[in-house]
């Protein structure tokens, strides 16, 4: 059905560029750093150039799945009885498609404005998820919430590290006498193994506090997982706001240190051993593909889509460009969480030391907020794909499909007709089978959500490699063969509903030969990447 809630354009593209620019960017810079700027500027520019080239093959199959699900609804129309009442929930929309059949000529019956461009517009709420199920079945289906799910869980634990890290290095107020001095310009890789506070009574290391405020995280924020969150607008312009902030003041800050203690020798074009990190780090930051459907469809008007969000993503290039090169310049240790670096710096000048505090813990403490008010938006998400993926249902029948003995849904009309002449022994076992079920999507699948992120937390501090594994492996099936998938199933499968489409939905990438390239190269990457891990071992 159409969207009810609709915006412009230019508001469509902020909420694009406040989902691109993430946690991946404060783990840009010591990718930078460890692969090399040369390799970082290269890759990083290719892979925006991926991304985008998938973009455009996502937004090309949501026109054709909708315009493929707007021609199944007129011909169901046109096949009813004209004098049969119809009760459709979408007025304007609908009343359109009857006005379009009853003024039809068509032979067969059928209206000939099926292909219309009307028919191509991106108004149904079409989930990726369902047009991998249209399109590709349930091996595609099965396929796409398989990475996602992945994605997802890797997203989680991301979130459980970086906010006990910040946290944690708030907190911990020891420094080694050898390391004290920070006014030289060079911030220090403080073990996970020293002490958290110079006292003999409080024996805590940095790691034993990471842990503890790991689990606290968890315990604060878990609850939530298990209920509803609705994410509103004002918290968008807030989130976007100190984000940007953030970023600002970083850039700013560390472009003041590079003109100060500026040094060439530390810097190293390329290692080719570390382009693992590099490349999970730079799929994370690029990745949008699951949620573009819930982006682009309220949107007022999409016919210069591609233009805008190629702007969009020249734009967030750019900034993680500036980004990482005057984080990599700035500093001769890149922390995995780049704010730590900022936390780390005194300010020499005396008259400045109360700005440069208060600046130093609004910057450690920017992930503190803006990830912990996502954290229980991501889990519940989460929670809800594995809810499809363990127990699908037919969402267009309603009809109950069983998987593992259990029923996973069926309305109160099938239930009573159900147990309609069943004998008691059938009445209590179905009664107890909707009690598993009940206690399994509403107690088991969001404990499982909580703890097993948080346990992966609890064992490793390192972001890096966190965002590395999620965007090297499951954020490839998202982002690059998931979209190559879709495009050439609609051109090869629906060879008319392609040609029929507007040229503003048409991908500027339409030759074979990109599907080709996109394949391929997410092959090479996965290969790549696995490659190197087992050298790494």
């Known amino acids: 059905m159409t969207d009810p809630v609709q915006y412009s354009a230019l508001t469509g593209m902020t909420y694009l560029g406040n989902l691109l620019v993430g946690t991946g960017a404060l783990a840009l810079p010591r990718a930078f750093q460890d692969a090399g700027y040369v390799l970082g500027i290269a890759a990083l520019t290719f892979l925006a150039f991926m991304s985008f080239l998938n973009m455009t093959f996502v937004v090309e199959v949501l026109s054709a799945v909708g315009a493929t699900v707007k021609m199944k609804r ?15 929930e979408d007025d304007e929309e ?54 996602l799910i992945l994605y997802l869980f890797g997203d989680l634990a991301i979130y459980g590290a970086v906010v006990p890290k910040s946290l944690m290095n708030a907190i911990c107020t020891y420094v080694p006498d050898t390391l004290d001095n920070q006014t030289s310009g060079f911030s220090p890789n403080l073990s996970g193994n020293l002490p958290c506070w110079k006292s003999e009574s409080i024996d805590l290391t940095r790691f034993n506090v990471y842990r503890i405020i790991v689990t606290i995280f968890g315990m604060v924020l878990g609850p939530f997982v298990f209920f509803g969150m609705t994410q509103t607008r004002y918290y ?10 953030s970023f600002t003041i970083m850039i700013v800050w560390a472009t003041c240190r590079v003109i100060l203690y500026w040094q060439l020798s530390g810097l190293v074009p390329a290692r080719m051993d570390q382009f693992t990190n590099l490349f999970g780090t730079s799929i994370y930051s690029f990745m949008c593909h699951h949620s573009l459907p819930g982006i682009v469809t309220p949107m007022k008007t999409k016919r210069n889509i591609y233009h805008l969000t190629a702007v969009v993503y020249c734009l967030v290039l750019l900034f993680y460009l500036a980004v990482s090169l005057t984080g ?17 710096l005194r300010v020499e000048d005396p008259r400045w030391n109360v700005l440069g505090a208060v600046v ?49 849904e069926v309305d109160v ?23 598993i079920l009940h206690v399994l999507r509403s107690v088991f699948l969001p404990l499982l959500v909580v703890t097993v992120p948080l346990s992966v937390a609890l064992f490793t501090d390192d972001v890096e490699v966190l965002i590395s594994a999620t965007g090297s492996y499951a954020g490839v099936g998202i982002q690059y063969i998931v979209p190559t998938w879709l495009a050439w199933k609609v051109r090869r499968s629906y060879k008319a509903l392609y040609e029929a489409m507007p040229t503003n939905y048409l991908s500027p990438f339409r030759s074979t030969a990109w599907l080709v390239l996109s394949f391929c190269w997410a092959l090479f990457s996965i290969a790549i990447v696995t490659v190197n891990h087992f050298m790494a071992s």
């Open 74 to 88: 007129v011909r169901s129309l046109n096949a009813a009885s004209i004098n049969a009442p119809v009760h459709l």
């Open 94 to 147: 609908h009343c359109a498609i009857r006005k379009r059949i009853d003024t039809s000529n068509d032979e067969e019956g059928q209206s000939n404005e099926a292909l219309s461009e009307d028919f191509f517009d991106i108004t149904e709420r079409i989930e990726l998820g369902r047009a991998v199920n249209i399109l590709l079945g349930y091996v595609g289906w099965l396929f796409f919430y398989t990475c």
């Open 236 to 245: 968008q312009c807030v989130a976007s706001f100190l984000r940007w902030l």
């Open 328 to 344: 990599v310049m700035a500093f001769r240790h890149v922390e995995d969480v780049y704010v730590l670096n900022f936390f780390q």
């Open 360 to 408: 130093r813990y609004f910057l450690v403490l920017y992930p503190v907020f803006t990830i912990s008010s996502n954290y229980p938006i991501i889990g519940i998400t989460l929670r809800r794909n594995i809810d499809i993926l363990l127990f699908p249902t037919n969402p267009s029948k309603k009809e109950p499909t069983a998987r593992y003995g259990l029923t996973t």
């Open 413 to 435: 009309a099938s239930s009573q007709e159900l147990l309609v002449g069943s004998n008691a022994n059938e009445v209590a076992s179905f009664q107890q089978q909707t009690k």
